[in-house]
């Protein structure tokens, strides 16, 4: 079963947490939530407290498939600033790993030095990534080598089955698109 870690910092978008989590178990996934301080659970933008299942200094990328970062400004500016994840994020990038990121959290993975050139992000944020490249018409999701970049709150069911079908299986993507009513999703 692959295994994905989603950091939680205090600001968090919580629809883009909760449906890529919601998403990812769905389709088999084990989703590893973890927080950037000491307490059990984080409050998102929205006063929305999730409860977390370990500190993201205790996992080690060779336990994990993909690390994926909800957005959220506040949030996106502590998972920047925080060492444990940007330490996950370069050695995930040397080893090939797969880095997801949505909404502003793609900033995290440009302070990383990881962000490729092809990504797309919350319309605006690009201008505080100020990286060519940005994918402006894409409306739901950009993949390039082993990244994959989201653009907000709405798309965010659309990355989840993305993240679905490169880790678990076409077949499963298609069965849970479909579950969900989501047929929009490319």
Known sequence: ????????????????????????????????????????????????????????SSVSVDDIDMIVLPGGWDGTYALADDENVQALLKEMDSKGKNIGAI????????????????????????????LKGYQADRAQVVEEANIMTSRGPATALCFGLQIVKKLVSEEMYLALKEGLLATYCD
């Not at 502003?104 to 990534?129: F, H, K, M, W």
């Open 1 to 56: 079963m692959p295994k994905v870690l989603v950091p939680l910092a205090k600001g968090f978008e919580e629809i883009e947490a909760v449906t890529l989590i919601d998403v990812m178990r769905r389709g088999g996934i084990e989703v590893l939530v973890a927080t950037l301080n000491e307490y059990n659970e984080v409050e998102g933008a929205n006063a929305i407290i999730v409860k977390t299942d370990l500190h993201v």
């Open 103 to 130: 909404c502003a959290a793609p900033y995290a993975l440009n302070r990383a030095g990881v962000l490729r050139e092809n990504y797309t992000c919350y319309p605006s944020v690009e201008q505080e990534i100020n």
